[in-house]
């Protein structure tokens, strides 16, 4: 399930980057093609690999608070 | 009063009937926003101002323009869908609260001058807290005097800045203020602690998460986008903002994406959304101005829509906890159908009404020259948005196996119905974005429907998920759920500060037995009761009077010297 889904996403993400080097926005930060795509895989790769760790670090006990 | 303030009186006097009648009150929560919207349909438009005259003092009760009557539709809006959602609830407390609370919101939008907004600002409080306590839980009792102090602390602050402004000469009408003086900076910290800058923000995850189900649905719509009013109106393009903003949207995602009570996710998303608008209120040009005010109005519709079904998954399973759900979308397929839209609008996919508006939005701050970094980072929070709205809601709730059995069914028919309600007009915004101009205050002729603008979207949200999966396989997700406690600075106020008390209440308790001890030795006490000199005799309660008047006439002949 998880192979099959990997695969439709890449043949998407293939799909969708060739599209995004031809359909560019005229001006402004984000013309650069190949802006989203980065963007989307750097930040979601650096935010959960972070969580990771951060969650070790800020973890208490359970029932440390009156968690209901 | 100003008859321009009838729509507020409306809904107190929804309020008092509704807590007299309690067998009809939630009739009277779902009439009341329906006549105050006609009420203030005749009554409110851009240019209207009224004055109240209370002894020798004008307040500016009233000032309205474009951006007041957003906020003000968006308020009665909001509490017309409240009331359809909590129309099977019988209590006689959430109706009349919900009903002042948001009769004190609209208040807050319509003040003219910063002691009316402080008055409304005192009265929401109040209001609200109400709506935390409802749940009758000893966690929602505490939550909800967490939220008090904070909130209470928030009007105290933003008196001592009106004060402050007010002795030295500054103009009190609600308009651009500068960090010039402490009473603007006093004023800004209350402004904070409305829309939960870092730090100042605990009150939210934990009064929201423990707030009862309605209650949670209509918290969200109105305190904290009364504080992104008050701060659109007087700090725009203050560039302090910016870089607050953007701390403000980045740090919540830690707990965004490992909180295991499924509220208390929301209500952190919902930080990282006010994030946003802060840094588009630091932008503070015409475009970010109509992407804050669009995107206040679609982040109510989508939190509320999520919030509401969280809701019906609290009452109908009994808990909100990742760790203890799953299954749902086979027993609750409408709701799961709700939060599938809520989960695209959250993400700003294109074909709902929230990518209009984070468009609009990151548009007025890129206009306002950030670099490419930065742009991206404020961009990528709607990618984030798939990994913990998608992810973690929809996910963790419906998708995956259950964890255990339940035996419920979908959420009541109002309950859907309100969620219906909400799915429709996200996606009317989104399907026919001229329906919305009327959202854009500053009438901006920023087009953020563009191909090339809804192909980017697409890719960056492709290309997260992609990432994700790919990280997932290789065993670096997002950590399981589990039950467990997540260390955010509340820490401060809810462990290390009683501690501190418990610890200095035993200390000052040993230390007073020692001093009396030595007391009785050199005054050589005989015990039973018996006084033996002038040290071991009682002070009477006049004598305390007398001396403390004399002190305050002291400081009041200080005071009167000294100015």
């Known amino acids: 399930m998880k192979d099959r889904l990997i695969r439709y996403l890449v043949v998407a993400a293939v799909v969708l980057g060739g599209l995004g080097l031809f359909i560019r926005p005229d001006s402004g930060v984000d013309r650069m093609p190949g802006f989203y795509p980065l963007t989307g895989v750097a930040i979601i790769t650096l935010v959960v690999l972070v969580v990771r760790v951060l969650t070790r670090l800020i973890e208490r006990p359970k029932d440390e608070y009156d968690a209901d | 009063m100003p008859i321009e303030l009838l729509p507020v009186g409306i809904f107190w006097l929804g309020a008092l009937l509704a ?32 004055d109240w005259q209370i002894m020798n003092y004008t307040l500016a009760a009233v000032r309205v323009d ?108 609600l308009g651009p203020l500068a960090l010039d003086s402490p009473g603007g900076w006093l004023v800004l910290a209350a402004f904070g602690i409305k829309c939960g800058f870092p730090l100042l923000h605990n009150w939210i995850p934990d009064g929201y ?41 980045l740090w919540p995602l830690v707990y965004v994406l490992v909180e295991d009570d499924l509220r208390r996710v929301l209500a952190y998303s919902l930080m990282v959304q006010i994030g946003l608008m802060v840094a588009g209120i630091g932008a503070g040009n015409e475009i970010a101005l109509d992407g804050v005010s669009m995107h206040v109005v679609m982040d109510v519709l989508f939190k509320m829509l999520l919030f509401m079904a969280l809701g019906a998954v609290l009452v109908q399973a009994g808990t909100v906890r990742a760790s203890q759900l799953g299954g749902l979308g086979r027993r609750m397929p409408w709701t799961m159908g709700f939060v599938i839209i809520g989960v695209l609008a959250n993400s700003a996919t294109p074909g709902t009404g929230a990518f209009l508006s984070k468009k609009l939005l ?3 701050i890129e206009h306002a020259g950030v670099g490419p970094i930065w742009y991206a980072l404020l961009t990528s929070l709607s990618a984030l948005g798939v990994l913990y709205a998608g992810v973690r809601v929809l996910y963790e709730a419906f998708l995956r196996a259950p964890r255990t059995s339940f035996d419920g069914g979908d959420a009541s028919f109002p309950m859907r119905l309100a969620m219906g309600i909400i799915t429709a007009l996200l996606l009317v915004a989104g399907l026919f974005p001229w329906l919305t101009d009327a959202l854009r205050p500053m ?19 492709l290309f997260a998920l992609l990432a994700y999966v790919v990280l997932n396989k290789l065993g670096l997700g997002l950590p399981a759920s589990n039950r467990r406690t997540l260390l955010d600075t509340e820490w401060l106020y809810r462990k290390l500060i009683p501690a501190l008390a418990r610890h200095g209440a035993a200390l000052l308790g040993r230390m007073s037995k020692r001093i009396g001890n030595v007391i009785r030795i050199a005054d050589r006490h005989p015990g039973n009761g018996h006084v033996a000199n002038s040290l071991a005799r009682g002070s009477p309660t006049g004598s305390m009077a007398f001396w403390a008047m004399v002190l305050l006439a002291v400081m009041l002949f200080a005071g009167i010297w000294r100015s």
């Open chain 2, 209 to 249: 998460a423990r707030a009862s189900a309605a209650g949670s649905v209509i918290l969200v719509a109105i305190t904290t986008k009364v504080g992104v009013y008050s701060l659109a109106r007087t700090f725009a393009g203050e560039e302090l903002l910016m870089i607050v903003g953007t701390v403000m949207a």
């Open chain 2, 362 to 364: 990151l548009g007025g």
């Open chain 2, 19 to 50: 807590a007299i009648r309690h067998d009809s009150a939630r009739w009277i929560a779902l009439v009341t926003p329906v006549i105050a919207a006609l009420v203030s349909v005749m009554l409110l438009a851009p240019g209207v101002a009224a």
């Open chain 2, 443 to 461: 009438a901006s002729d920023y087009q953020p429907i563009k191909l090339a603008k809804i192909l980017d979207q697409f890719q960056l949200l």
């Open chain 2, 66 to 173: 474009q951006m007041t009557l957003v906020f003000v539709g968006l308020f009665h809006l909001a509490g017309f869908l409240a009331a359809i959602y909590a129309l099977e609830l019988n209590d006689r407390i959430q109706a009349p609260a919900m009903l002042a609370y948001v009769g004190s919101g609209i208040g807050a939008v319509l003040a003219g001058d910063l002691v009316m907004l402080w008055l409304f600002w005192e009265m929401l409080a109040l209001t609200s807290v109400v709506l935390v306590w409802a749940r009758q839980t000893p966690e929602a009792t505490a939550a909800g005097i967490r939220y008090l102090v904070f909130n209470v602390l928030s009007g105290v602050t933003l008196l001592a800045g009106i004060a402050h402004l007010g002795v030295s000469g500054h103009d009190l009408a």
